[in-house]
């Protein structure tokens, strides 16, 4: 796993749950690239820890917002085809 810069790197601000780095929603592109590379062995982790994160922006986002997709969803593995 490589290190994690926390003063460099696209990190969420609480509680508007945007980028420090970008502005964007988190987890903005480069987040989500760089939670994939620290993660690219352990993609179970990888899940875990964006629930946790995604339960702890609950109570500050709107509950009109699909958070599964923006916090979740898009980290799945890729499915794998049938042949």
Not at 47 to 70: F, I, K, Q, Y
Request: proline share 11%; charged share 30%.
């Amino acid at each position: 796993m490589k290190a994690y810069r926390p003063g460099r790197d696209h990190i969420a601000a609480r509680p508007p749950w945007r980028c420090r780095a970008c502005g964007a929603p988190w987890p903005c592109q480069p987040a989500k690239l760089l939670l994939l590379d620290l993660y690219a062995d352990d993609r179970l982790g990888l899940m875990v820890d964006l629930g946790v994160t995604m339960a702890a922006a609950l109570p500050d986002l709107s509950h009109t917002e699909n958070l599964l997709d923006r916090f979740v969803r898009w980290a799945r593995p890729p499915r794998r085809r049938t042949e």
